[in-house]
């Protein structure tokens, strides 16, 4: 097991709701205690979990990765029509990534075009994604994270690698000036192919992601050629990101003017 998947790992031991002990983790993750407290050290460093008297509990919820289930209920308006003007950006014959995420979902439910190649890592897009004859739909593979129904891990980067599109649409969990970030690790690492493997990156995202930072970042500010976001986001902080070169999109209230 790689540092990152084994940090990952004690993290979703630790955020399960209880405390935990370095004796559990190091059968757990089949390493030595000293490994254990290592790990606990660094990640006790980023503010992600409390050390305790030989374990570790868990942090404060801020640090918590919410499911897809309960991302689903939330900021609801504003995902809808950040994903509805996304899809308006998708042109007849694009190539395409879309991400996993509860405002990616909201692109392929607005889908207008009858040509298009999309490559996707979200089983629930590929699923909705209409058909027509001409919309080819790939998925990624990889490993299943049951949590947000992504697919990552090396399949799903070593395919992203392999790849060239016009257009990635990705979600993030975390928006500042120094760039994008998620909480998970095998996560990160796929947002990242998705990156590099694109002519034109958008990422989607509501305003309540702006100002926070996650455990890894995916892309840098200068990686990312465009920010949609929703209407709740103040001047202030969009001119932020526009004076250092960004594009940010704040889609209008529906019914607004």
Not at 27 to 32: N, R
Not at 176 to 205: D, H, I, W
Request: aromatic share 6%.
């Amino acid at each position: 097991m790689l540092v990152g998947e084994r940090r990952q790992k004690i993290l979703e031991v630790v955020n399960s709701g209880r405390a935990v002990t370095v004796e559990e983790l190091s059968k757990i993750l089949d390493v030595s205690p000293s490994t254990v407290r290592r790990d606990l050290r660094f990640l006790e460093s980023r503010g992600l979990l409390h050390r305790t008297h030989g374990g570790a509990m868990p942090p404060a919820m801020s640090s918590y990765e919410p499911s897809l289930v309960e991302k689903e209920s939330t900021m609801v308006e504003e995902k809808k029509a950040i994903g509805a003007y996304a899809a308006s950006l998708i042109e007849e014959g694009d190539t395409v990534v879309i991400d996993a995420g509860t405002t990616t979902i909201h692109i392929v439910r607005n889908l207008q075009i009858n040509k298009a190649k999309i490559v996707t890592n979200f089983l629930k897009a590929a699923l909705e994604i209409p058909y027509k004859p001409d919309i080819e739909v790939l998925l990624t593979g990889g490993t299943l994270r049951f949590s947000t129904q992504a697919l990552v891990g090396p399949v799903a980067e070593n395919f992203l690698q392999h790849i060239k599109v016009d257009k990635a649409f990705i979600g993030t969990n975390g928006i500042t000036l120094n760039g994008f970030s998620t909480p998970n690790v095998l996560e990160a690492a796929t947002k990242r192919a998705m990156v590099q493997c694109a002519e034109k990156v958008f990422v989607v995202s509501d305003s309540t992601k702006f100002g926070k930072e996650a455990f890894v970042r995916f892309a840098d500010i200068d990686e990312v050629d465009c920010i949609i976001t929703d209407w709740n986001l103040p001047d202030e902080e969009a001119e932020r990101y526009q004076e250092i070169g960004l594009d940010v999109i704040r889609v209008k209230k529906e019914g607004a003017r």
